[in-house]
């Protein structure tokens, strides 16, 4: 992880959960850059759980449109924000078990509020985490969930805040599905699939 700690960002100084829980789940199959362009459409008409849950579907549909698959998410958006406003009072809540009884959030998600609405410990693992862990031996497992729980055994906790940022930035750089650069990798003296490439 020393090794990766270029690939880690500054944390916001100012998370908050509520807009963290609603771009994760607008995340799901859709490009960091849609992602990212469709939370901040959405959030620049409504800010509050309220908000979100009381705006009629078609506009929130309209809003989040970048992000693909857009009428499922505007009716799992709004779910979940009147959730959030009617059972949590608007605070989002920092529990994995409660978080994971919303709909349409799986682990990746609860653990992105975790980490990156609270900055609380625990290990988000999405496909680049899941494929780097996979390449480099520190894992061998066949799902994200499996993947997560694996990492939790052997990753010391001092470094779990930063590994999906680190993992996901090096992912998109280095480590890609398509076309690694092997030769750029820092940590390809550890790697096995690069280990095993060369044979």
Known sequence: ????????????????????????????????????????????????????????????????????????????????????????????????NELLALPGVGRKTANCVLVYGFRLNAIPVDVHVHRISNRLGLVETKSPDETELELMKIVPEDYWLDLNESFVRFGQDICRPIGPKHEECPINDLCDFYRDMKK
């Open 1 to 96: 992880m020393d090794r990766l700690h270029k690939y880690v960002k500054k944390p916001v100084s100012n998370p908050n959960p509520f807009r963290v829980l609603i771009t994760t789940i607008l995340s799901q199959r859709t490009r960091d850059e849609n992602t990212d362009e469709a939370a901040a459409t959405l959030f620049a008409v409504y800010r509050t759980p309220e908000q979100i849950a009381n705006a009629p579907t078609e506009e929130v549909e309209k809003l989040i449109k970048k992000a693909g698959f857009f009428r499922v998410k505007a009716k799992r958006v709004k779910e979940v924000s009147r959730i959030i406003h009617e059972d949590y009072k608007d605070v989002v809540p920092d529990d994995i």
